[in-house]
């Protein structure tokens, strides 16, 4: 009876501390995930501005656009609104050529009447430009590639985009709510 209790406390024991190695040693690679993710994302930073490098082109330090640029092989995402000022991007002066393309979407628009993009091609490259209508605002999407995109890639590079853009436009309505409207004093 006592080699019994004795073999079932040290069962126990054994199935405890392999469950508990089992479980640390999942967290361990969880955080070695973690830190090798951060990583590459901060190679990516430092990456970026030597990336299809053009000497006329000074790219933006911020990652969110970037990544989606990267993994599709697409060498300049801008996103403006309607007037041309830019909302988001991966060019650090993308000022004249996001007023350009949205003036040329609506000279064509006019023109032409129902246009869901306009695809332009120009020294070797494509020059893709997308209407987008986001929590009210009409914004255009200026995507610069080398390569033509698919369907498929173009609708999946669209979503990702207004993920991105929804971050952006959330800070703009978080900070809408804690003005208060004008005529009404806050106490």
Do not use: H, W
Request: a negative charge.
């Amino acid at each position: 009876m006592n080699a019994i209790i004795a073999f079932l406390i040290l069962f126990i024991v054994g199935v405890g501390i392999g469950v508990g190695a089992y479980y640390y040693k999942e967290r361990e690679q969880k955080k070695t995930y973690k830190l090798i993710e951060m990583e590459i994302i901060e190679n990516l930073k430092e990456l970026k501005p030597y990336v299809a490098p053009d000497e006329d082109k000074e790219y933006t330090k911020e990652f969110d656009l970037v990544e989606i640029a990267l993994s599709y092989d697409i060498e300049d995402i801008i996103v403006v609104n309607d007037e041309g000022l830019v909302i988001a991007t991966t060019l650090k002066d993308a000022e004249e050529v996001g007023a350009t393309a949205s003036g040329i979407f609506e000279y064509i628009k006019k023109m032409c009447g129902n246009v869901k993009k306009v695809v332009i091609y120009k020294d070797d490259s494509y020059l893709y430009i997308y209407p987008l209508n986001l929590y009210g605002e009409n914004l255009y999407v200026i995507i610069e590639s080398k390569i033509s995109l698919d369907v498929i890639e173009e609708k999946e590079i669209m979503k990702k985009i207004t993920g991105v853009l929804k971050k952006y436009f959330s800070a703009i309505k978080t900070i809408e709510q804690e003005i208060p409207e004008e005529g009404i004093l806050a106490v």
